[in-house]
């Protein structure tokens, strides 16, 4: 009985499919032209293409023209008609296969026509899969040449009218919002974007009039975890930098870790975030309390594992999978080309761009990218009230390259392209949609603190003790890892046979699965597994120094609580003063037992209870606003026992980052405190200058209200 539910329910989903091919048809038929030249363009494109495969490989043989031409109709009708039969089987091993299974089916299908049509033959399904394979590449290099766009394709419409069907008619016409964060795009940067035509989209918004830009400050730590805290939940409170050691506990916590962020989720929300009342989460570190989270970090440990409907609309294109893989390829040797030229150039500062990050940039650039706007356009054609995504690609690129690095800027040019494929997925989805575009951070550029002093702020630490107690570092070069982890975990967390063969291939040293992919692979020592260093426990008398970017939380175990300047140098005489007074640091924050919090320079002190300023005052070339997001941080109960950031260099606006990463944030310095937003003009300006995350949630909660997405402040419900 079970087995016979399954067929029917699978049964009744492909007649829906069918029916939103003739519905997609028909409404083509109202440009006659539109459909005419789409359907002739690609038959005869597809038809060349197997004349020419047929003269060079033998095994490919047609009889005649007629049997030629009747092949490629043959072929488009299996892949409207009998492909998604095979795909509504197989669609969960498609997702773990990472699309690979759907060339297969393409090439079955190839098989499947030769098998019936007389006249044409191709020896071999192996065969049938090379042609299916070339007559993707041909179609890829065909949209590339005409600049088409994968998601206004005819089968692409297809799927999106198969969601719109599944929606319950409701007659909603209020306006939906569509939040898209470009990750670490700084406001200046964009404005430079804008000026030189690599965010074409969002300029011809602002120059038309339709949206406006306005800063917003991000306060200490300048990164994700705590921005979206900020922004999704309205807190943001005690999360002191991207990964940081918790003393009570003997925990490290690292935000992308999908056992961290439900943590750090729990701790933050309210149960009335951003996203409550039917909105949908996708791609994000924190899932704002959304009704639908997909590949959200803080989520994944409590889904059951992929869920095919999420990704149906994906996978089922069969352009759309190979269309990836290929662009994939080529990000993969774009990358091989610019970090060749970054080394012959000998340009200044940078990294080496050595593996993983290669393929990391792929996942970031293309598949995470792809996946991501494909469930967005799915959202807002299921009407979603509010949907909230991440588009991380340009903060990886930026991380190895530069933020203002020509391939940086490149990849703010495809952000914006799929801003725009988003902007016009808004005109066919059945409710109205306003996009509002903004970023988490920014970033600032600067030569690692390693390059410049050829040591690690945990080396120099232990070289200030004299090797004694213990330093352990936790810190990572490699942040883009949890976005790889956050497929695997969700691939990995459910039941079924697919499931138990992604666990079985992530698990690794006899730990349980959901362990394995807590961590977070690249040089990293703590983050290996909590409160871990090679192989064991974290000690009560070691010192841990746990870097994010060019900050970094400095805690001593031995010390119980928050350790005060006076008990840190009777532990570790002059230690605080030689960590202020070293040419690679800006700033010491620690806590005094006589004067509260203080802030150490190299030629100074100011105290943050008063203000009051001995000698050269070390804040005076953060901003004004260095003091501020120094005194909130002090109140943290997680803060480390120093605060350490970098220098900030006076000509460059450059800073040292403790991570080997040119482009970094998390601390002070540069544009990584100086994030946008941008919006419709039709929505009122913030009144007053927006600082900190916390702030930009009112703001965003205020123009849901005012679209009657939300209800009163009092009575949440809309």
Request: charged content about 20%; proline content about 4%.
């Given at each position: 009985?079970r087995?016979?539910?399954?067929?029917r329910?699978?049964?009744?989903d492909l007649r829906?499919?069918?029916?939103a091919?003739l519905?997609?048809?028909?409404?083509?038929?109202?440009?006659r032209?539109?459909?005419?030249r789409?359907?002739?363009?690609?038959w005869?494109?597809?038809?060349?293409a197997?004349?020419?495969?047929?003269?060079?490989a033998?095994p490919?043989?047609?009889h005649e023209?007629?049997?030629?031409?009747?092949?490629v109709?043959l072929i488009s009708?299996a892949?409207?008609?009998?492909r998604?039969?095979v795909v509504?089987?197989?669609?969960?091993?498609?997702v773990?296969?990472?699309?690979?299974?759907?060339l297969?089916?393409?090439?079955?299908?190839?098989?499947?026509?030769?098998t019936?049509l007389?006249g044409f033959?191709?020896g071999s399904?192996?065969?049938?899969?090379?042609?299916?394979?070339?007559l993707?590449?041909?179609?890829?290099?065909?949209?590339?040449v005409l600049?088409?766009d994968?998601?206004?394709?005819?089968?692409?419409?297809v799927?999106?009218?198969?969601v719109?069907?599944?929606?319950?008619?409701?007659?909603?016409?209020?306006?939906?919002?569509?939040?898209?964060?470009?990750d670490?795009?700084?406001?200046?940067?964009?404005?430079?974007?804008?000026?030189?035509g690599?965010?074409?989209?969002?300029?011809?918004?602002v120059?038309?009039?339709?949206h406006?830009?306005?800063?917003?400050?991000v306060?200490?730590?300048?990164?994700?975890?705590a921005?979206?805290a900020?922004?999704l939940?309205?807190n943001?409170?005690d999360?002191p930098?991207?990964?940081?050691?918790?003393?009570?506990?003997?925990?490290l916590?690292?935000?992308?870790r999908?056992?961290?962020?439900?943590e750090i989720?729990?701790?933050?929300?309210?149960?009335?975030?951003?996203?409550?009342h039917?909105?949908?989460s996708?791609?994000?570190?924190?899932?704002?309390?959304a009704s639908?989270?997909?590949?959200?970090?803080?989520?994944?440990?409590g889904?059951?594992g992929?869920?095919?409907?999420?990704?149906?609309?994906?996978?089922?294109?069969p352009?759309?999978?190979?269309r990836?893989?290929?662009?994939?390829?080529?990000e993969l040797?774009?990358?091989?080309n610019?970090a060749?030229r970054?080394?012959?150039r000998?340009?200044?500062?940078?990294i080496?761009?050595a593996?993983?990050f290669?393929?990391?940039?792929?996942a970031?650039?293309?598949?995470?990218?792809?996946?991501?706007v494909?469930?967005?356009l799915?959202?807002m054609?299921?009407?979603v009230?509010v949907?909230?995504?991440?588009?991380?690609?340009?903060?990886?690129?930026?991380?190895?390259?530069?933020p203002?690095r020509?391939?940086s800027?490149?990849?703010?040019?495809?952000?914006d392209?799929?801003?725009?494929i988003?902007a016009?997925?808004?005109?066919?989805?059945?409710?109205?949609?306003?996009?509002?575009?903004?970023s988490?951070h920014?970033?600032s550029?600067?030569?690692t603190?390693?390059q410049r002093f050829?040591?690690?702020?945990?080396e120099?630490v232990?070289e200030l003790m004299?090797g004694?107690?213990e330093?352990?570092?936790a810190?990572?070069?490699?942040?883009?890892?949890?976005?790889v982890?956050?497929?695997?975990?969700?691939?990995?967390?459910?039941?079924?046979?697919?499931?138990?063969?992604?666990?079985r291939?992530?698990?690794?040293?006899?730990?349980?699965a959901p362990?394995?992919l807590?961590?977070?692979?690249?040089p990293v020592d703590?983050?290996?597994a909590p409160?871990?260093?090679?192989?064991r426990?974290?000690g009560?008398?070691?010192?841990?120094?746990?870097?994010?970017?060019?900050?970094?939380?400095v805690?001593?175990?031995?010390?119980?609580g928050?350790?005060?300047?006076?008990a840190?140098?009777?532990?570790h005489?002059?230690l605080?003063?030689?960590?202020?007074?070293?040419?690679?640091v800006?700033?010491?924050?620690v806590r005094?037992?006589?004067?509260?919090?203080?802030?150490?320079?190299?030629?100074?002190?100011r105290?943050l209870?008063?203000?009051?300023?001995?000698g050269?005052?070390?804040?005076?070339?953060?901003?004004p606003?260095?003091?501020?997001s120094?005194?909130r941080?002090?109140?943290?109960?997680?803060?480390?026992d120093?605060?350490?950031?970098?220098l900030?260099?006076?000509?460059?606006?450059?800073v040292a980052?403790f991570?080997?990463?040119?482009g970094?944030?998390g601390?002070?310095?540069?544009?990584?405190?100086?994030a946008?937003?941008?919006?419709?003009?039709s929505f009122p300006?913030?009144?007053q200058?927006?600082?900190?995350?916390?702030?930009?949630?009112g703001?965003?909660?205020g123009?849901?209200?005012?679209?009657g997405?939300r209800?009163?402040?009092?009575?949440?419900?809309?």
């Open positions: 009985m087995v016979l539910a399954l067929v329910r699978a049964f009744r829906a499919f069918w029916a091919n519905r997609v048809a028909d409404e083509w038929r109202q440009d032209r539109r459909l005419v789409y359907v002739l363009l690609t005869l494109i597809d038809a060349l197997l004349a020419a495969a047929a003269w060079v033998e490919i043989r047609f023209p007629l049997s030629l031409l009747a092949a109709v009708l892949n409207a008609l009998v998604p039969i509504r089987f197989v669609i969960r091993y498609a773990l296969t990472f699309g690979l299974l759907s297969l089916i393409n090439g079955l299908m190839i098989g499947l026509v030769a019936v007389p033959e191709v399904f192996l065969v049938a899969f090379l042609v299916s394979l070339y993707a590449v041909v179609n890829l290099l065909l949209g590339l600049d088409l994968w998601s206004d394709s005819y089968y692409r419409q799927v999106l009218e198969l719109r069907r599944e929606r319950h008619r409701t007659g909603e016409t209020r306006p939906g919002v569509v939040f898209v964060q470009v670490g795009l700084s406001e200046p940067l964009l404005r430079f974007a804008i000026r030189t690599n965010a074409s989209h969002l300029s011809s918004w120059r038309g009039g339709s406006r830009i306005a800063r917003w400050d306060l200490l730590p300048s990164q994700t975890s921005s979206q900020g922004i939940h309205g943001n409170d999360i930098a991207f990964r940081w050691f918790e003393k009570s506990s003997g925990r916590l690292v935000s992308n999908p056992a961290d962020a439900a989720e729990r701790r933050v929300s309210s149960g009335a975030g951003l996203l409550v039917g909105g949908s996708v791609t994000n570190l924190l899932s704002g309390d639908r989270s997909v590949l959200t970090n803080s989520t994944l440990l889904v059951r992929v869920r095919s409907r999420d990704f149906f609309g994906f996978f089922a294109d352009s759309t999978v190979f990836t893989l290929a662009l994939s390829v080529m040797l774009r990358e091989f610019e060749r970054q080394r012959l000998e340009l200044e500062p940078r080496a761009r593996w993983p290669p393929m990391l940039r792929v970031a650039c293309v598949l995470l990218r792809d996946v991501s494909g469930l967005v799915e959202d054609y299921r009407g009230p949907i909230y995504v991440d588009l991380v690609g340009y903060d990886e690129v930026a991380h190895h390259a530069g203002e020509p391939e800027l490149d990849a703010v040019a495809e952000v392209r799929q801003i725009g988003i016009r997925a808004a005109g066919s989805a059945p409710r109205p949609y306003h996009v509002v575009v903004l988490d920014g970033q550029q600067g030569a603190f390693r050829g040591r690690t702020l945990d120099l232990r004299a004694e107690p330093v352990l570092a810190t990572s070069d490699v942040e883009g890892w949890g976005h982890n956050t497929v695997l975990t969700q691939m990995a967390g459910g039941e079924g046979r697919g499931a138990r063969m992604a666990r291939r992530l698990r690794t040293r006899g730990e349980d362990d394995a807590d961590q977070t692979p690249g703590l983050e290996a409160a871990r260093q090679a192989g426990e974290v009560d008398q070691d010192v841990v120094v746990a870097a994010s970017g060019n900050l970094a939380n805690y001593f175990t031995g010390l119980p928050r350790a005060t300047w006076e840190i140098g009777v532990a005489p002059g605080v003063e030689a960590l202020a007074s070293h040419p690679g800006g700033l010491v924050l005094s037992e006589r004067d509260g919090p203080v802030v150490l320079g190299g030629g100074g002190m105290r209870g008063d203000g009051h300023v001995t050269t005052d070390p804040l005076v070339a953060f901003g606003l260095a003091e501020a120094l005194r941080l002090d109140g943290f109960s997680t803060v480390g120093l605060v350490v950031v970098s900030l260099d006076p000509l460059t606006s450059e980052a991570e080997e990463l040119v970094s944030h601390g002070l310095g540069g544009a990584q405190t100086e946008f937003i941008l919006f419709p003009s300006a913030p009144e200058p927006i600082v900190g995350a916390p702030a930009l949630h703001v965003l909660v123009w849901l209200r005012d679209l997405l209800g009163t402040a009092t009575g949440e419900r809309a």
